[in-house]
């Protein structure tokens, strides 16, 4: 099964290569930067559902 990755319509850059790309694949979910596609971060939804209820209640806006 081919994975299907998604990034984020808020992804600035025309080639492509300046965001985060996420799939599910067999239960899990898979980040990486669409300009190192090579390096791949593992997790699991639920873990995915608690960083991104952190980010949208601005835990991380210092980061950026």
Known sequence: MEIQWRKSSKSSNAEGSDCLE???????????????????VRTTPAKLRAFLGGAKEGEFDDLT
């Open 22 to 40: 996420l799939a599910a694949h067999n239960g899990e979910i898979l980040l990486r930067e669409s300009d190192s596609p090579d390096v791949v």
